[in-house]
C-alpha cells in the first residue's frame, strides 16, 4: 500500500468519499497473529501498526482486520490518532490524483522465489476454495479471492508477455508448470486424501487459467463451474 499508485487510490478514496459526507472505509492488512513465534509474532503486529498508523493520518475513519486478535492493536491506533468518531472533515484540499499517478507502474524484478510463492499462494487458496472455504491462513498471511487473483494474473502476465527472471530465464508456462507439479507433490506427502485431491483440482484450474490465450476476468468463475461439476 505504500507504492504511489495504491497510496493514490487509497487517499483518492478518502477524497470522494469525504466530499460526500461519507465514511471511508480502511484496508485490510494481511499479517495475522503467529502464536508459535513471538519475535515473528511482533514482527507481524509492527506490520499492522505501521499500516493502520498510514491509514488513520491520511483520513480514514475506520478499518478492518483478517484475524480478531488484531482488534486491539488496531483500536489502540484508531482511537490514538482519530479519538472523534470520524475524520469526515479532512477533505484533502491539497491532494490532487492525476491519471499517471494512479497508473504508474511499481519498480521490481522478477525471481523464482517470488514465481514460486504465487504458484504456492494460488494453489492453496484455490484448494481451500474449492472445498467451500474463502480465506486461509498462507505463509503467516490471511489470503482471500483478491490475493489468489493477483498470484494468477502476474503469471499469466509474465508468461504471455515473454517476462524474464531476474537472472535471464524466461517465465514459459513449462516453467511455471514445473513448479505447479513440485507444489503437487510437497502436497501429496503433506495433506490427506482429501485434501489432495483438492489440490489436483486447483492445479488443474490453474494450468488452464495460465494457458487460456485471453485473461479470464475472474478465478471464480471456472472456480465456480468447476464446484458445480464435481457436485453432479
Given at each position: 500500500?505504500?507504492?504511489?499508485?495504491?497510496r493514490?487510490y487509497?487517499?483518492?478514496?478518502?477524497?470522494?468519499?469525504?466530499?460526500?459526507?461519507v465514511?471511508?472505509?480502511?484496508?485490510m492488512?494481511?499479517?495475522?497473529?503467529?502464536?508459535?513465534?513471538?519475535?515473528?509474532?511482533?514482527?507481524a503486529?509492527?506490520?499492522?501498526?505501521?499500516?493502520k498508523?498510514?491509514?488513520?493520518?491520511?483520513?480514514?475513519?475506520?478499518?478492518?482486520?483478517?484475524h480478531?486478535?488484531?482488534?486491539?492493536?488496531v483500536?489502540?491506533?484508531?482511537?490514538?490518532?482519530?479519538?472523534?468518531?470520524?475524520?469526515?472533515?479532512?477533505?484533502?484540499?491539497?491532494?490532487?490524483?492525476?491519471?499517471?499517478?494512479?497508473?504508474?507502474?511499481?519498480?521490481?524484478?522478477?525471481?523464482?522465489a517470488?514465481?514460486?510463492?504465487?504458484?504456492?499462494?494460488?494453489?492453496?487458496?484455490?484448494?481451500?476454495?474449492?472445498?467451500?472455504i474463502?480465506?486461509?491462513?498462507?505463509?503467516?498471511?490471511?489470503?482471500?479471492?483478491?490475493?489468489?487473483?493477483?498470484?494468477?494474473?502476474?503469471?499469466?502476465?509474465?508468461?504471455?508477455?515473454?517476462?524474464?527472471?531476474?537472472?535471464?530465464?524466461?517465465?514459459?508456462?513449462?516453467?511455471?508448470?514445473?513448479?505447479?507439479?513440485?507444489?503437487?507433490?510437497?502436497?501429496?506427502?503433506?495433506?490427506?486424501a482429501t485434501?489432495?485431491?483438492?489440490?489436483?483440482?486447483?492445479?488443474?484450474?490453474?494450468?488452464?487459467?495460465?494457458?487460456?490465450?485471453?485473461?479470464?476476468?475472474?478465478?471464480?468463475?471456472?472456480?465456480?463451474?468447476?464446484?458445480?461439476?464435481?457436485?453432479?
Open positions: 500500500m505504500t507504492t504511489h499508485f495504491m493514490s487509497s487517499k483518492l478514496a478518502i477524497k470522494t468519499c469525504h466530499r460526500r459526507r465514511s471511508a472505509m480502511g484496508g492488512s494481511a499479517y495475522i497473529p503467529i502464536k508459535s513465534d513471538s519475535v515473528a509474532n511482533e514482527k503486529l509492527a506490520q499492522v501498526r505501521d499500516d498508523e498510514r491509514e488513520a493520518h491520511d483520513g480514514h475513519d475506520g478499518t478492518w482486520v483478517a480478531p486478535g488484531l482488534v486491539p492493536v483500536m489502540e491506533v484508531f482511537d490514538r490518532i482519530m479519538p472523534q468518531p470520524n475524520q469526515i472533515d479532512k477533505q484533502l484540499p491539497e491532494f490532487q490524483a492525476t491519471a499517471a499517478d494512479l497508473l504508474q507502474v511499481p519498480q521490481g524484478s522478477i525471481t523464482a517470488g514465481l514460486r510463492q504465487n504458484v504456492a499462494v494460488g494453489l492453496g487458496y484455490m484448494e481451500a476454495w474449492l472445498r467451500g474463502g480465506c486461509v491462513p498462507l505463509f503467516h498471511l490471511m489470503e482471500d479471492a483478491a490475493t489468489a487473483e493477483i498470484s494468477r494474473a502476474q503469471l499469466w502476465q509474465w508468461v504471455h508477455h515473454q517476462a524474464t527472471m531476474e537472472d535471464g530465464q524466461p517465465v514459459t508456462i513449462g516453467a511455471v508448470e514445473k513448479v505447479i507439479a513440485d507444489e503437487l507433490e510437497h502436497a501429496r506427502n503433506t495433506v490427506d485434501r489432495y485431491r483438492a489440490y489436483e483440482r486447483a492445479a488443474d484450474l490453474m494450468r488452464k487459467l495460465i494457458r487460456a490465450p485471453q485473461f479470464v476476468q475472474f478465478l471464480t468463475l471456472p472456480a465456480y463451474a468447476e464446484v458445480i461439476h464435481e457436485g453432479r
